[in-house]
């Protein structure tokens, strides 16, 4: 039986949209298989969530009373999910969108969710609101099932990343002096969530005390500073972009359009740089900072730590110290995977605006980047969710070392 590790463990959602069914798959091999080999049940301490991402941290915290059947529990909703239910597109939402284009503002209505967007997000909103139980969060955090929670979202007003948190202490540590960045204490629930997981331009905007936010991955898509920040001393990350292989960007590379790209189909491209690219900036960002870290240390020994950290202090309200990291990324195109489920005959049949979105979507290449953020339906959660599972089981012997604090050490800004 695996020793118990030392230390708060973090675990980072990332964002993507629908892709989002992939970090259920992760967190399933975590609470179902890999105890077998740990000999007990990994605690996550810390659950830091944007986007997509902070639907499932969300539900994580909420039952972290549960830990034995929550991911069957989460895998089951996301296996539940039908399009059509979920967003919606009709000749109506156009006629909006195109007047929202053209400088427009979006009808005031005090009781929705959010305003603006091009799709009709109701069903979503109605599963976010529905399928996690609230009360949980703050119950849970009293038992000490869990230490704190955090949730990413973009102030639209001034383009900001607010980070929500709710933890314990009902009190912030210190946080960054970056000015674009702001942390704040909260209850979190639906608002804050939904507003973490609107894409700009396809979901509406929700407000949250009379100000609007959309997803926080425009700036912070990878939350690992607020994990960091909240205590974390090892951050298991969950990524939703493929890294390709060398064959697999020759291929890319070579490959011809039919026609001039559609604006949807560059969406899809920009929405990956806006909302995937994040995640190997900031462990680029962690490694050099522990290349620094180990250097000094190498220099002018052990009491460099205390001495740097003297200096940091002022500057940054926290010092640095030792932590471990671990990525987990799919091991195909989740865009590629979106444009064969479109053309699958369930999906096929759907009718309307919608139905003809869904084909369009799915047939300008191979891949269908813009389609993988909106699929929210059940064969391609369940393909993705059962990726996640295998993509983990892959990386099991890191993992086993990861919560037996086996890894070598690294340091973090």
Known sequence: MAAPSTGKTALVLSGGGARGAYEVGVVRYLREELPKRLG????????????????????LAATANDPVNQAQRLANHWHSLKIGEMVDLSLSDLVRAGRLLMGGRPRSDKAAMGAGGILNTAGLQRFVVRRVP???IANNLAAGHFNALSISATHVASGNTVVFVQNREGSLPPWSRDPFVRARAAEIGPAHVLASAAIPVLFPAVPIDSAFYCDG???????????????ADRVLVVSLRHMPTRREAVAVAGEHLRDYPSAWFLLGK???????DHTEYD??????MNAIFDGGIRAYGESFVEQINNVLMPLRGQGIRL???????????IGALAATHARRPRLAEIGGVMGRALRFLSGESTEADLLSYVLFDRDYSSDLIELGMSDARAREEELVAFFEDRPALQAVS
């Not at 991955?217 to 205590?231: I, K």
């Not at 920009?270 to 995937?276: E, Q, T």
């Not at 462990?283 to 050099?288: G, V, Y």
């Open 40 to 59: 007990r049940m990994p605690r996550l301490d810390i659950l830091c969530g944007t986007s997509v991402g902070a639907i499932n941290a969300t539900y």
């Open 134 to 136: 609230w009360r949980g």
């Open 217 to 231: 991955g425009l700036r912070q898509n990878t939350p690992l500073s607020p994990a960091l920040r909240l205590g």
């Open 270 to 276: 920009a929405l990956n740089a806006l909302l995937l």
């Open 283 to 288: 462990l680029d960002r962690l490694h050099r």
């Open 323 to 333: 932590v471990r990291d671990l990525l987990i990324r799919p091991s195909r195109d």
